[in-house]
């Protein structure tokens, strides 16, 4: 047994064993939070407190309640008998979410010890629904229906518990613990392996763009995206030295290719956790970074957040608990060249002090953008239970640890009153994005396989509220850029790193047999060339055009870059964002809108030249051959290794940055 009681504009439930409440959060929106201990936490984690707030209406008595926040409503029973208690959400009346059996409270709650619980909720399965989000991993499943997610950060995989459903509602689990979602064809499950109480979101809209609206609103919108990010980023593992990056930055200057950012990766350091130049490969930063600024190009610096007793600041963090602490034994969280720890974000003192190192030895040099690497963080082995931050332990707490990394440099930043800010990052959480992370999708392989699973990593995180997302173009690593695989595979992989939301070239390459050891000594090697003059004369004018293609197009991008900071809306879109009425584009995973006008089918298999390709309605032209192709049919469009796959909207402007003579 148990009663409903309307409290203000809320509902509140309570029987033996739990305490829930129901309530209107922001527009269209209902938060749900219930636990077994005495009184419901207020703890919001990265939620933003609701800006605006619709007139709810309660009808409610002792047994039955309904909630309306404008578009959606939820009723409750209180059960009792035979009858079991049950949750139903409805969007405009109709039915979207319906509550498993929840007569009994602990098949829900399993306690820990002291507040603590593994906590669950668990709906119906509806029949025909999909569902699209949770974050980034290697997989080939971009439509979650009838899988199972681990929700946990590592290398390659970032989590972020918040789904899209192709019945017009989207789902925030407000838990930051590590834990699982089931989306399978019998129920849907939400679980947190240790958590204080079940917290959630759910928000409607009548298009894939009004529901992704409401989660921005909750989470925060991305800021105004630097122009100058929208060009071609030159990366790799690793230059060596100060000579070794200018050469290659004053490479592309002579033969005018536009480069706009060129990263200095790790190691650059003089040791883990001391975030400056190691004097002996870069002694004059400063002349460094203003010889790449007078080229137009922005100077990127790897930041890592390990550190060891080695470290000059090991000392003071250790003493003012600035690090990770472990539960159960010594410092070390990760093996790599030696013990490290990580500093502790969260605490509120670590930003500060980290923001006034990396001011003293990078900003002041004008590096003003940061690769935020390791932001899992990558921990060994991953018994989150074991690690104490500054927010709680790791089992309440580990997903939290992007989001702070990435908030230490954005507060800096704009303590400095810097505008366009943007860090590339390794992982991020709800709510990363209103602190600018450029996400990326973490170390994976140089093959045709990761390149069409990061197709699907992009458009997952873009439906997670991402919009600023990118990919290693080539892969991070096995690549063999004398191999005719690679060569093949860093073509078809530039041309969608044409359409990404950021065009970056990175990888660790094997070496090549003529390769000149430059720094015998040096910690951590470099691997072989990566610049787009490393992979063979065929490929160096396609790559070159698709760059100069990229340059053209950056008003387009910028144009969608605004759109997302003002709506939420990514630049890289799932065909059924724009076009939510037909069917066929909710199983269209290898394919994708950029923007509005520009629709990309990127060919994703060795020897291919040409894959099968759904227009939606309207009229499109082919950027090949510039025939009208008409919408809500399938094509076999060919597209040989100097072409690519691209269709663009009738009458659209943007036609005109795929000549090559436009300027």
Not at 9 to 26: A, H, M, S
Not at 109 to 126: C, E, M, P, R
Request: aromatic share 14%; with cysteine.
């Amino acid at each position: 047994m148990g009663k409903i009681i309307q409290s203000d504009n809320k509902i509140i439930f309570e029987r033996r064993d739990e305490l829930t409440i129901i309530e209107p959060y922001g527009l269209n929106c209902l938060r749900y939070r219930s636990t077994r201990n005495i009184k419901i936490s207020d703890e919001r984690w990265t939620l933003l407190p609701p800006a605006t707030q619709d007139s709810c209406q309660i009808v409610a008595d002792e047994k039955y309640a309904t909630i309306t926040n404008g578009d959606i409503s939820a009723t409750i029973t209180a059960g009792g008998g035979w009858e079991p208690c049950v949750l139903t959400y409805y969007r405009n009346g109709k039915q979207i979410l319906r509550s498993r059996d929840e007569g009994d409270p602990v098949t829900r709650f399993t306690h820990l010890g002291g507040n603590d619980y593994q906590v669950k909720a668990i709906f119906d399965s509806n029949t025909g629904e999909h569902f699209y989000g949770l974050g980034q991993e290697q997989e080939d499943q971009f439509d979650r229906k009838g899988s199972t997610c681990n929700m946990i950060h590592y290398n390659t995989k970032s989590t972020l518990p918040v789904l899209y459903s192709s019945m017009g509602y989207g789902f925030l689990w407000n838990n930051p613990s590590p834990g699982r979602c089931e989306t399978t064809f019998n129920h849907t499950l939400w679980c947190s392996d240790n958590s204080y109480q079940i917290d959630y979101l759910i928000f409607v809209g009548e298009r894939p763009a009004d529901v992704l609206k409401i989660y921005s609103d909750l989470t925060g919108y991305a800021p105004k995206f630097p122009k100058w990010a929208a060009g071609f980023w030159q990366c790799k593992l690793r230059y060596e030295s100060q000579e070794d990056l200018l050469t290659v930055a004053r490479e592309y200057h002579r033969l005018g290719i536009p480069l706009t950012a060129i990263v200095i990766d790790y190691f650059h350091w003089t040791e883990q956790g001391e975030w400056k130049f190691d004097p002996k490969y870069w002694p004059d930063p400063k002349s460094m970074c203003d010889e790449l600024i007078s080229m137009g190009v922005h100077p990127v610096v790897s930041i890592w957040p390990t550190i060891n007793p080695n470290s000059e600041n090991y000392q003071t963090m250790d003493d003012e608990n600035m690090l990770v602490r472990t539960e159960n034994g010594q410092f070390g969280t990760f093996n790599f060249y030696g013990q490290q720890t990580f500093i502790d974000p969260t605490n509120p003192k670590c930003g500060p002090f980290v923001w006034s190192k990396v001011k003293e030895n990078y900003y002041q040099y004008g590096i003003k953008t940061y690769w935020l690497d390791e932001a899992e963080p990558e921990v060994h082995p991953q018994q989150f239970g074991n690690l104490r931050f500054y927010a709680g332990n790791g089992a309440q707490t580990a997903l939290l640890y992007p989001y702070y990394y990435s908030k230490i440099f954005y507060d800096g930043l704009i303590s400095e009153q810097e505008e366009d800010i943007i860090s590339l990052t390794r992982a991020a959480y709800p709510g990363s994005q209103r602190l600018g992370a450029l996400v990326w999708n973490g170390d994976i392989p140089s093959t045709f396989t990761a390149l069409r699973q990061s197709i699907t990593s992009g458009l997952s995180m873009a439906m997670c509220g991402i919009p600023w997302w990118n990919s290693d173009i080539g892969g991070f690593h096995s690549g063999d850029i004398e191999s005719d695989y690679f060569r093949e595979l860093i073509i078809r992989w530039f041309q969608f790193g044409l359409f990404s939301p950021v065009m970056r070239l990175h990888g660790v390459r094997k070496p090549t047999t003529n390769q000149v050891n430059r720094h015998p000594e040096v910690k951590e090697k470099s691997g072989g060339d990566n610049e787009i003059w490393s992979f063979g004369e065929r490929n160096y004018p396609i790559i070159k055009n698709l760059i100069e293609l990229r340059e053209r197009l950056k008003p387009y991008i910028i144009k969608y870059m605004d759109i997302a900071t003002n709506t939420g809306s990514p630049v890289m879109r799932p065909m059924f964002y724009d076009f939510h009425e037909d069917k066929i584009c909710y199983s269209l995973e290898d394919q994708y809108m950029f923007g509005e006008d520009i629709l990309f089918a990127p060919i994703v298999e060795q020897g291919m030249t040409e894959r099968s390709v759904y227009l939606p309605k309207g009229s499109w032209i082919n950027i090949n051959d510039r025939k009208t192709y008409e919408g809500s049919n399938t094509y076999l469009i060919k597209a040989e290794i100097d072409q690519f796959i691209a269709f663009v909207k009738s009458g659209s402007d943007v036609l005109k940055a795929f000549d090559s003579n436009t300027k």
